[in-house]
């Protein structure tokens, strides 16, 4: 997984600079994932799965945050369910392995722990990378789509069509609220899309093709994968028809809560009436 080096070289930079300051925090997140595309248009939280990450957010002030986040999920789409294209009965299933970074601007002023500034609705917006990996079930075994072609990648009569890339750019935002808990906690949950810059999630895009230059030249498995709206395999009624919008990319959504614990360093030497005296200094000056 080359996408994932550098991205884990990075959060593990920011997280032992964040263990060294008083604005820092580190979490959990727990919630689920579902995806929008070619065989779910527009359903939020249709087919929706079980998702988790870890965080760690930076106070920049009371007004402003930086989060870095890694997030695992899984997506799923159906005709059969989503009933927009029943006919064309495709299906898959793919995991999500996302790292992002993102801005959170609190709509009130929030400091974990504080007496009066103990909550916050907030939104946020930022980027990420991820990767994904679309498979379809048949006769009682999952097959990764991808190396398939199932849409006459990889053949030499689709020459234009190259193999997609499973990793990926999003663009993350959504709103969420914050609570604090007590000292030391704080607790909330969000709801955050990711427009991404792939259409092939759920390996539908283009156009129907040949199913006997796909048996031919890329395995009788990706003929049967790619057209399963027919009874006859190999039937060539379909080709050059409409398979997917490749004009509008696939989306992908985190929602969940999340919980988040404060990290502090006591200095040696500072009583306890001078650590809650500059527990605050530093947002509020007078």
Known sequence: MKLYK????????????????QRAEIGLFGGGSYYLGDLNPKKNFEMMQPAAGLLARYNLSPRFAFKAAGFWGNVKGDDAVTKFNEKRNLSFKSQILEFSAQLELNFLPYVTGHKDYY??????????????????????????LQPLGTEGQGTIAYYDRKPYSLNALAFP????????????????????????NTDYIDDVSTTYADPNI???????????????????????????????NSTNKDWYSFAGVFVTFKITRK???DCPTYQQYKKYKDYYKD
Request: charged share 15%; with cysteine; aromatic share 14%.
């Open 173 to 196: 935002f959504g709103l969420g609220i914050k609570y604090s808990a007590s000292d030391k906690v704080c607790i909330g949950g969000e709801w955050g899309m990711r427009k991404t």
């Open 119 to 144: 909550f916050s609705p907030y939104m946020f917006a930022g980027i990420a990378a991820f990767n994904f990996n679309p498979m379809a079930y048949y006769e009682g075994k999952w097959y990764s």
């Open 6 to 21: 550098p991205v884990i070289l990075i959060l593990s930079i920011l997280f032992a600079l964040n263990l060294f300051s």
């Open 214 to 244: 796909l048996s031919a030249e890329n395995t009788p498995i990706a003929m049967l994968l790619a057209d399963r709206s027919i009874k006859q395999p190999g039937d060539p009624s379909n080709t050059g028809l409409q398979r997917g």
């Open 267 to 269: 200095r040696k030497g």
